[in-house]
């Protein structure tokens, strides 16, 4: 489910960087989450191929009203999507990722298979 998340959600529901100095993820499935302004042309851009995922995956940090987070993960230029595996390490990527992109992203990171319109082959 697509969630605009505050300051307090997303440390409540991904990480609480203000008190955790090691990476500890505190959702329960994978997720994707997308850095973003709404004056951002290429977020724009990217903003369809995440609605598809979006029902399952995604989160958004505006980085215009939680600069705080953006800050935190190092984000410097939008769109910045955060990969958050249910194990592991997060993995960034900056600039507006292709359908192919976030297909291989999730093959990758989260080693799943998406929907149907999705379905990356290397998952197979």
Known sequence: ???????????????????????????????VIDFYADWCG??????PTLDLL???????????QEQEIAAAFGVTSIPSILFVPKEG???MAVGALSKKSFEQ???DIF??????????????
């Open 1 to 31: 489910m697509l969630e605009h998340l505050s300051k307090e959600a997303f440390k409540q529901k991904v990480f609480d960087f203000e008190s955790k100095k090691e990476w500890e993820y505190s959702g329960e499935v994978p997720c």
């Open 42 to 47: 290429p977020c724009k851009m990217v903003a």
């Open 54 to 64: 979006a029902e399952e995956y995604s989160g958004k940090v505006n980085t215009d």
């Open 89 to 91: 390490k997060p993995q």
């Open 105 to 107: 992203a999730f093959c």
């Open 111 to 124: 080693k799943i298979q998406t929907e149907a319109s999705y379905a990356p082959s290397c998952c197979g």
